[in-house]
């Protein structure tokens, strides 16, 4: 939220300087993130009293004004200015002045006549964005007046970061409300002055307790000037919160909520139709907002509606079609209050963040409505004129919040703060903030103002006491505490210990969000159960993920887009599904690799280097579950998956149990991905794949070992896994290890057929093996590669 350094002053007289001002809201809980001039320096623009207003006499768009700055003399100034007029307030930049943008004024002749200055328009002093002619002043000020001096310009821009529970602090009256507190001074809330009706006109209005708006007020305005201008000052005002000036209503709207805090709309009132109520929308009805968009409305969403349907989203944006424009001449006023639980979400389900939704959806003081009301009213008559009608206010107090007690521990407060705090003190800190505080035998009950909707627990109120004590002055204290080495169990591989050893093997770790576009996640995983979010920040993120590889691959391809051609990611997080009404979750590590196997080297053996294959990532996976598995039986069995390319996918098991997949990226998908060569992808089941057991003791052999080596020709489908245990099975303890060590396919080989050559490490712990123990482990594994896999030995 911005605000300016004045009118924050406006409201309390802090004994501060600014800088200082910037370190207490900070250290307040209200984080400063920035803070700027209201303007830049404007040396030498001064107030300037037009005298007369001439016809160019060679120019149909220019006037020659004489002007009053408050010299000896009035100045000519050349203008083409459409609404400069004798008798107006005009900055004027008079010359030698340096204006933002490096413009320098000089003494200059436009089409022949002498001009000595220049009249400006906000923008050309630097704090508009936008003019449609000149800026005009107060037509009481004298010519000559600094133009810093007459708008209040020496001023200080703050924008405060407020957190979701400061709702209190979204104006200026709760910024300087807790401002005051914090530097031990008084506060004078704000008064309400109540305006006495013109009239009896009023329009029927409506709240809806039931519904989440429990209060709603009205008031009626008739006649008010069409041609009236909002002042200067408010502009400024505005201007320095961020907010553009539209229309006068509209302006004391803002300005309104700028200063209270609570947010109100106004109506033109020959376009409303029989009694504005609020009302939950009809599904599908729709609604056009102010900034022209329809939107389609859910049965949980708040509106404001008439005898003609919704004419806004209520806590939001009102509609265009009953909105105040330039010939508006009578409006109704509505300033309520809607529940946080019926405004909370609905903004962001339809793309719009509004200051309106922003403070409704955080909790507004559901006491002011009445007193909001006044001050526009009174504000509107002054700048507008207009005959105020009764003030209308259905207001349910069983269905506003309540503000129970919150009981607050001496000795808690004592053992949380390391401190202890006079009686007295701590509650003067209760009482500043406007809470009702009562004493009780072992500390305080206290109850919160209507606005503060985060004082709950014993917690919340430690906090405040904290806050205002000041952090800086709570001591550091040293502690002694019993030291305990924590746990570690060899039943499982930590998730660390996995994610350091991708990394080591080259794999970069990314964090990707657990919610995804549900467009993108149909494409790589196919249809399934979507878990979708009531309120997803965006469209792009509205389900949650059932796998990580979604995550992964818009990584890869926004780093592609990089010029980054070798990619290794992986990620370790939660994936979701959901069986009947229950959501599941399911810890994973996942990876994808694309690009060459290496970075360019001057020893590769192939120009453009080999890129990444099934069986490079193959060897990560078997590295990574070396690390637990160590002992137990990892197959890779030749499956198909919806993601990823048959004959290049495999679901891989570790004593029969399946715990993921490693497979290349299938070719539909990287053709729309925009994806070539085309990824490899893993993802394993954490708690599977990193289970572990207590490792045995095995020691090692005195003796030798002993080298068979077999060639053997089997059929081309036969696999390493199949042979291996074919050979295990046959071999029999005193095998220690199997190498496959070469692979022919080519003259002398049958089609069909493939040799495949084994090496046999043959090993006794107690003895060393005989030629014909050696003889009959290698006769054994012969027969049984016969038998099982109709093998046999080549020539």
Known sequence: MKFSEQWLREWVDLPVDSTTLLEQLTMAGLEVDG???????????????????????????????????????????????????????????????????????????????????????????????????????????APGTDITDALALDDLIIEVDLTPNRADCFSVVGVARDMAAFNGIAFAEPASEPVNAGNEIAHPVQAAPADGCPAFAARVITGIDPAAKTPVWMVEALRRSGIRPLHPVVDVTNFVMMELGQPMHAYDRGRLQGTVHARLARQGEKVTLLDGQTLELDDDVMVIADDSGAIGLAGIMGGESTAVADGTTDVLLESAFFTPQVIAGRARRYGLHTDASLRFERGVDFSQQVRALELATTLIIEIAGGVPGPLTDDRHPAQLPQRAPVILRRDRLRRVLGIELPDDTVADMFTRLGFAVEETGDGWSVTPTAVRFDIEIEADLIEEVARLHGYDNVPDIRFAADARLGESSEASVPLERAADLLADRGYAEVITYSFVDPELQALVLGAGDELSLANPISSEMSVMRRSIWPGLISAARENRKRQQERVRLFETGSIFSSEDTETNQKKVIAGLAMGRVTDEHWDDAQPGGRSVDFFDVKADIEALLTTAAAGSKLDYVASEHPSLRPGRTAQIERDGQSIGWLGELHPRLSRKLGMAPAPLVFELDARAALSASVPDYAAVSRFPSVRRDLAVLIDESVSAADLQAVVENAAGPLLQNIVIFDVYRGDKIENGLKSVAIGLILQETSRTLTEPEIEAVTTAVIEGLSSKLNASIRE
């Open 35 to 141: 803070a700027e001039p209201a303007a830049p320096m404007l040396d030498g623009v001064v107030v300037g009293k037009v005298l007369t207003k001439e016809q160019h006499p060679n120019a149909d768009r220019l006037s020659v004004c004489t002007v009053d700055v408050g010299s000896d003399a009035p100045l000519q100034i050349v203008c083409g200015a459409s609404n400069v007029y004798a008798g107006g307030n005009f900055p004027v930049a008079t010359i030698g002045t340096q204006l933002p943008g490096d413009l320098k004024i000089k003494k200059s002749k436009l089409r022949g006549e002498a001009s000595h200055g220049m009249l400006c328009s906000g923008v050309e002093l630097g704090i508009a964005d936008s003019a449609d002619g000149l800026l005009e002043l107060d037509g009481e000020l």
